[in-house]
């Protein structure tokens, strides 16, 4: 059974940063392809960024240039560094292990963290 813990997430004032932390339990981690969603109010689940575990991480293009998905193996740590935050960056951000990456597509896995809210507002 794999559990996903998630923390790192609160107000932020636009153009502030926050750091996004998944942490897994069981085995799955080290060469699992990996990915960060968010949920804002009225809108669907989108994919921000995945660790393919084996090639260049992918970004949609609303964060390019400002978020950053990294992990520790070592911790079964997964991290979304956000940067330049923006008012429609709010959501509920979760992260998902063990998921299939092909040809540039995620299918998660059903291992899901909690959520955590990030609120960017002045």
């Known amino acids: 059974q794999v559990q996903l813990v998630e923390s790192g997430g609160g107000l932020v004032q636009p153009g502030g940063s926050l750091r996004l932390s998944c942490t897994a339990s069981g085995s799955i981690f080290s060469r699992s392809a990996m990915g960060w969603y968010r949920q804002a109010p009225g809108r669907e689940r989108e994919l921000v960024a995945i660790?393919?575990?084996?090639?260049?991480?992918k970004y949609a293009d609303s964060v390019k240039g400002r978020f950053a998905i990294s992990r520790n193996n070592d911790n079964n740590t997964m991290y979304l560094q956000m940067n330049s935050l923006k008012p429609e960056d709010t959501a509920v951000y979760y992260c998902?292990?063990?998921?299939?990456?092909?040809?540039?597509?995620?299918?998660?896995?059903?291992?899901w963290g909690q959520g955590t809210q990030v609120t960017v507002s002045s």
């Open positions: 660790d393919t575990a084996r090639a260049n991480a």
């Open positions: 998902n292990v063990g998921g299939t990456y092909y040809d540039g597509f995620y299918s998660p896995s059903t291992y």
